[in-house]
């Protein structure tokens, strides 16, 4: 079991399987549908792809260095869009018709707000409730289980148990029109969004101190500590990376939605859960790719086949685990 | 016949003892109360109380064989005893409400549930544990999905109603007359308010019911997972139960000494599907009603995850416990939350806290502290207790150095 | 080689444990280890498969908290220290996997050790000319480097920064014979910078050529302690403490060249 470090190339010596997915994906899909509507369809799964990575790298990160399993991080993503939510709505009140360009900026102090509160509960959840588990993994899987009950249900003790509309500001409405095709304005950021996190983390991952301990931290802890290093720490920074992140997805999942509910988070871990174990876990560029993967055929499923939709996503899952347990980018050992 | 009587409890209990005397007694009080149930306990409440404590000591029970025995977490057990009370509903509803209907009802019920067991067996045991936990929760809600989408069959959201046979329903009468019954609860709480006039209240205690269908379908269900029960007993102290305990201890060893661990885990995952799937169907035929919130919601998950550990994992006797306890205060500590709400009045914002429908938060907040502070659940410390008493008494000092 | 006068010689040991005890689960691993390691020194540790050498080196490292006794370094007591603070009071440990980071680059592996960053230049050549094959490898992914190139990483990841303390694992496991000589060379010239090194070894070759000084252990517990010089002039006590002999002339032991010259050694 140790190292099942597969490298592409053995598995197919001539042809990288992953462009090859990719490929097949967007052709097969192309052939299927009238060229505009694929357009439409391709950033829509685009960028509902971009909304899951951001949600799921904190968790694919937290699993691959600390491994834990943390069934609470779908809770975090729910708090993330009430609390984003709360933020631009009463904003939103406050600084009424001061015009559309001031209510798309004050859509960053609600995602500012909603990443550092949590932040904040993120270290306090690390501390309070996974630190005194930490090794045992049933414990822990049940602690964090437990402990997003208790989220859920504070959220609708302070918000109520029923849904908040949250419509998205003027500017992001509607789409831009080229060449007869329909693109969604608010599509457009999310993707611009995820690929910024996306190309921050890589950078903090690849070129800086922290990264390197991240990454050490991944394959072997102990010596990372052996060196020097309180890997204690890098844990509870990623942990609190991974909440935020949590967070400002939920916002940006709200935002799509234009309406949030407390079991928004639930109903979104288990998409979470399958593109980190498409990707691979513990790779933000397995993340990434799966997240795309999971958003673009569950896009072209509700078109082509609506019926199989919400199916479309657990089939790859099945599929990744019968080929490739390891997932897309393997770093963990299976 | 002493001797008799103990080879004979020894043979039902698989030599499972509760190895504690505290233990023996809470259990062999549960066992009784339930065996006479009917007799002891009025009206409907009562009866829908006793009845899903008998179903829920098998459900959970079954979810120990998982968690205590393997050490690894599922998320589909709902969907097990779904697919149980699904395939019973859906059959009634297709073939009539006839005694046969139930026999296939049943039998369709444990063929799927055998498929869904293996079917998360073979994609998630290949790898490491943990995967085990994603892949049943990703499979579980996938199934609640299918479910809703297939409502011209399943009743969707709606769910379903049912007709049962006759001889389980409230109009069949198994005794014409009425028959005695003696009613503890309101006979202790009277005497506890009003000490001075116990005779009257002894008198007033007693009541009268009809042996009905309803009675009967309690009894069945009775005895089903009462041999259910001992059969799970059976089977995780026999050989199998011993490789599985060898797995959970260091599974290196097992596959060393040439046990398949991935053969023993399927075994294990596909029998405890089959009894929840049994438990499921009882549900069925207990409610007349299926619906995906009573069967598959992640609410009951997470209730049965609470029993367990409370109760103690890897002891199925924590399930009988850990049901009692768990479905007794469910079905009162909710209307005592009623109580403090109301008093508490809307204004307070804290008032929210004690809404009854939040009796989910207190239950995650009471399964956090039981994972730090009861970790081996109820039935685990009254062992451990009964243990460090028998090692005393026998005046052994712990070896420190072992 | 032979410095003993320098342990008497010398004022304090830099490292000492003195009855120390571990515990891993049921098992009591270590029942009461005694040794000194003094400045500028190379100790090796000796003894069968599973006596504790190796949870030895690791409870120093606070890998495994030790249940009884003390450790003290450097004139302070560490027993309860972290691991990362054991590591910061400058020691190095290098363990029997090596610990090298496979995914991460030789030059990656190189940086993470040096924790006063950026990597001091003059350092680094010096060390290249010890490893010369590092150099060649900078770029590369240090999961693709052979066994032998990792026990040279892992070394020179130790020395990345100069310590007062080596601790090494077994760094002959597995190594090719010409290697074990660049090894050799390497971890003199570490200790000629002034720095000890603590090392546990089964390569009884290696042994002989570095060590000052010898403690054979068996059962958790130290059994003998002395000067290399002192072990090698002794036959008897090389029988006794380990089941065989050095053989300073073909510079192999006699378990090596097999049961011939066993035979002619006991005559």
Same mark, same amino acid.
């Given at each position: 079991?140790?190292?099942n470090?597969i490298?592409?190339q053995?598995?197919?010596p001539?042809i990288?399987p992953?462009?090859? &997915?990719?490929?097949?994906?967007? +052709? $097969?899909?192309? *052939? !299927?549908?009238? /060229?505009?509507?694929?357009?439409? #369809? ?14 799921s ?5 937290i699993?691959g ?6 069934m ?10 009430f609390i984003?939510a709360?933020?631009?709505?009463? &904003?939103?009140?406050?600084g009424d +018709? $001061?015009?559309? *360009? !001031?209510?798309? /900026?004050?859509?960053?102090?609600a #995602? ?18 996974i630190?005194p ?6 414990k822990?899987?049940l602690?964090?289980?437990g402990?997003?009950?208790v ?5 609708q003790?302070?918000w ?8 998205r500001?003027e500017m992001?409405r ?6 007869? #095709?329909?693109?969604?304005?608010y599509?457009?950021l999310?993707?611009?969004i995820g ?5 921050s983390?890589?950078?903090v991952?690849?070129h800086?101190r ?13 010596m990372v500590?052996a ?6 720490l890098?844990?509870v920074?990623?942990f609190i ?17 234009e309406?949030?509910t407390a079991?928004l988070?639930e109903q979104?871990?288990?998409q979470?859960?399958i ?6 876990l513990?790779s933000?560029q397995?993340?990434m ?9 569950s ?23 019968m080929?490739?347990?390891q ?5 963990m050992?299976? | 016949?002493?001797k008799f009587?103990?080879?004979a ?7 499972s ?11 062999l009080l549960?066992?009784?109360a ?9 009206g409907t409440?009562?009866?829908n109380?006793?009845t899903k ?13 998982l968690i205590?025995y393997?050490r690894?977490v ?5 969907m ?6 699904y395939?019973m509903?859906i059959t ?5 409400p006839q005694w046969?209907?139930?026999?296939v ?7 799927v549930a055998l498929?869904a067991a293996?079917l998360?067996?073979?994609?998630s045991?290949?790898?490491q544990a943990?995967f085990?936990?994603?892949?049943t929760?990703?499979i ?7 479910i809703?989408?297939?409502y ?6 709606d ?14 009468k ?10 503890v609860i309101q006979?202790?709480a009277?005497?506890?308010?009003d000490?001075s006039?116990v ?5 007033a ?5 009809y042996?009905n ?5 309690y009894?069945?269900i009775?005895?089903l ?5 001992l059969?799970m007993l059976?089977?995780?102290?026999s050989p ?9 201890e ?7 000494l040439g046990?398949s661990?991935?053969?023993?885990r399927?075994l294990n995952?596909?029998?405890s599907?089959l009894v929840?799937?049994?438990a499921?169907?009882m549900?069925?035929l ?9 069967t598959?919601s992640?609410t009951?998950?997470?209730?049965i995850?609470l029993?367990?550990v409370i109760g103690?994992m890897g002891t ?6 850990g ?7 469910e079905?009162y500590?909710?209307d005592?939350?009623a109580v403090?709400y ?6 307070f914002v804290w ?7 939040r009796?989910?938060?207190w ?12 970790p081996r ?11 460090g ?9 712990k070896?420190?150095?072992? | ?5 320098r342990?008497?010689?010398?004022a304090k040991?830099?490292?000492s444990?003195?009855g120390?005890h ?10 009461g280890?005694?040794?000194q390691?003094?400045?500028?020194e190379i100790v090796?540790?000796l003894?069968r498969?599973?006596?504790?050498k190796s949870?030895?080196?690791r ?5 495994w ?8 370094f450097d004139g302070?007591d560490?027993?309860k220290l972290?691991?990362?603070q ?15 980071f496979?995914?991460?680059t ?5 940086h ?6 950026p990597?001091n ?7 290249l000319t ?6 060649k ?10 066994g ?6 892992a070394?020179?990841r130790?020395i ?5 303390l080596?601790?090494i694992d077994e760094p002959s496991?597995?190594l ?7 090894l ?14 603590l090392l546990?070894?089964?390569?009884l ?6 060590a ?7 059962e958790g517990r130290?059994?003998h302690?002395g ?7 002794n ?19 006699a378990?090596?060249?097999g ?7 006991s005559?």
């Open positions: 079991m140790k190292g470090l490298n592409s053995l598995l197919l001539c990288k992953i462009p090859l &997915l990719f490929l097949a994906v967007f +052709g $097969l899909s192309l *052939l !299927a549908m009238p /060229a505009a509507t694929w357009v439409t #369809i391709s950033i829509a799964g685009l960028s509902m792809g971009a909304m899951l990575f951001v949600m790298s904190g968790m694919t990160l699993f260095l600390m491994g834990i399993l943390n609470a991080h779908g809770a975090f993503i729910t708090l993330g869009a984003g709360s933020v631009f709505i009463s &904003l939103r009140s406050v +018709g $001061l015009g559309e *360009l !001031a209510d798309l /900026a004050l859509l960053l102090p #995602i500012l707000v909603s990443s550092l509160v949590c932040a904040l509960l993120g270290y306090l959840f690390e501390r309070l409730i630190r588990v930490y090794g045992d993994h049933l822990q899987i602690v964090t289980v402990g997003a009950i989220i859920e249900q504070l959220i003790v302070f109520g148990p029923n849904e908040i509309p949250l419509p500001p992001l509607g789409s831009f029109i080229i060449a007869d #095709i329909a693109i969604q304005k599509r457009i999310a993707v611009l690929l910024a996190v996306y190309w983390m890589l950078r991952i690849n800086t922290i990264g390197l301990l991240i990454r050490a931290g991944v394959e072997n802890p102990e500590e060196l020097g290093y309180r890997i204690g890098v844990f920074l990623v990376a991974g909440a935020a992140l949590a967070g400002v997805g939920g916002v940006m999942w709200g935002l799509y939605d309406m949030i079991q988070g979104l871990l288990v979470v859960i593109v980190i174990i498409v990707g691979g513990g933000i397995g993340c790719l799966a997240a795309l993967l999971v958003g673009l055929l896009s072209y499923m509700s078109y082509l086949l609506p019926a199989l939709a919400p199916f479309s996503s657990i089939g790859l899952m099945l599929a990744v685990l080929w490739r347990p997932g897309l980018i393997p770093i050992k299976t | 016949m002493i009587l103990k080879n409890l020894h043979n039902l209990l698989s030599a003892y509760p190895q504690s005397k505290m233990l023996a007694a809470l259990l549960v066992a009784v339930l065996s006479f149930a009917p007799f002891l306990f009025q409440v009562a009866y109380t006793y404590i008998c179903i829920f000591i098998v459900l959970v029970a079954s979810y120990d064989m205590g393997t690894i599922s998320f589909a057990h709902t097990f005893y779904g697919i149980g009370a395939a509903a009634l509803k297709q073939l009539g046969s209907s139930v026999m009802g049943l039998s369709l019920g444990l063929i498929l293996l998360i067996a073979v994609f045991l290949r790898v943990v085990f936990s994603m892949v929760l990703a579980a809600s996938a199934f609640a999905i299918l809703s989408k297939l011209t069959i399943t009743g969707g959201e769910g379903m109603i049912i007709r049962t046979p006759q001889e389980i329903g409230p109009a069949f198994l005794v014409a007359e009425k028959v005695l019954g003696f009613d006979f202790i009277a005497a506890s308010i000490p006039n005779e009257r209240h002894f008198e205690a007693f009541f009268k019911f042996f269908g309803k009675t009967v379908l009894y069945g009775f005895t997972s009462t041999l259910l029960f059969l059976r089977w995780m102290n199998f139960g011993r490789v599985l305990q060898a797995i959970r260091n599974e290196f060893r097992a596959q060393a046990f661990t991935v053969y023993y399927t995952v596909c029998l599907a929840a799937a049994t499921g169907a549900t069925a207990q409610l007349k009603y299926v619906s995906p919130d009573v598959l992640f009951i998950m997470v209730n995850l029993m367990v103690g199925l006797y924590g399930a009988v416990l049901v009692s306890l768990f479905v007794l205060a079905t500590l909710q005592l939350m403090v109301s008093k508490l009045g809307e204004d008032a929210g806290l004690f809404n009854p429908d009796w989910l938060l239950l995650g907040v009471l399964f956090i502290l039981s994972v730090y502070f009861i659940g109820i039935v685990g410390e009254l062992r451990y207790r009964a243990e008493r028998r090692i005393k008494a026998a005046g052994l000092v070896d420190d150095q072992l | 080689m032979a410095q003993e006068n342990r008497e010689s010398a040991p830099l490292l444990l003195s120390v571990t515990h891993i689960g049921h098992y009591h691993i270590l029942a280890v005694d040794l390691v003094y400045p500028a090796v540790l003894g498969n599973g006596v504790g949870t030895t080196l409870t120093i490292m606070h890998l908290q030790a249940s009884k006794g003390n450790i003290c302070s560490i027993t972290s691991t990362s054991v590591a910061r009071r400058s020691i190095a440990y290098v363990p029997e996997d090596m610990g090298v496979s995914k991460l030789v030059q990656e592996n190189m993470l050790a040096a924790r006063e960053a990597l230049s003059e350092r680094l050549d010096w060390i010890l490893f010369p094959t590092l150099q490898y900078w770029q590369l992914e240090a999961g693709n480097l052979s032998g190139q990792k026990q040279m990483l070394i020179a130790a990345v920064e100069p310590r007062k080596l601790i496991k597995g090719a014979p010409a290697m074990i000589n660049q050799i060379s390497a971890l003199q010239k570490i200790q000629q910078e002034n720095s000890s090194i546990v070894e089964q390569n070759h290696l042994a002989q050529r570095l000052d000084h010898v403690y054979v252990m068996d130290v059994v302690s000067a290399m010089s002192h072990l090698l002039e036959k008897r006590l090389q029988q006794q403490l380990l089941g065989l002999y050095f053989d300073p002339l073909t510079q192999h032991s378990e090596e060249n049961q011939s010259t066993a035979a002619l050694q005559s």
